[in-house]
């Protein structure tokens, strides 16, 4: 799996980084750089993106919800791949 690129909003801010894969199959987890700095990894539990550096959640949130966006534009994931672990998020406003 290849790295993500990252373009977040983010309480008024635009972060650029990128999202490092750190494994294949349906549960990934990904290191997270921000600029040019580490901010954690982050991974899907519990029906929601969290970060192990204990980010704001609604920031991990933006990240996964935008790397699954990613995957599904580039085809690297089915559409609904991720529709059963996070069936009871909101749904995430249109861009």
């Not at 894969?21 to 901010?39: K, Q, S, T, V």
């Not at 029906?47 to 704001?56: E, K, L, P, T």
């Not at 933006?62 to 966006?69: A, E, L």
């Amino acid at each position: 799996m290849q790295d993500v690129p990252l373009l977040i909003e983010h309480q008024g801010q635009v972060l650029q980084g990128l999202a490092v894969p750190l494994g294949d199959g349906i549960n990934h987890a990904f290191d997270i750089i921000i600029g040019h700095a580490f901010a954690g990894t982050l991974r899907p539990q519990d029906g929601a993106w969290r970060m192990d550096a204990g980010q704001d959640p609604l920031l991990a949130e933006k990240i996964g919800r935008f790397i699954t966006d990613w995957m599904e534009r580039e085809s690297v994931l089915p559409a609904d791949h991720y529709t059963s672990a996070f069936s009871d998020l909101p749904e995430q406003p249109s861009r």
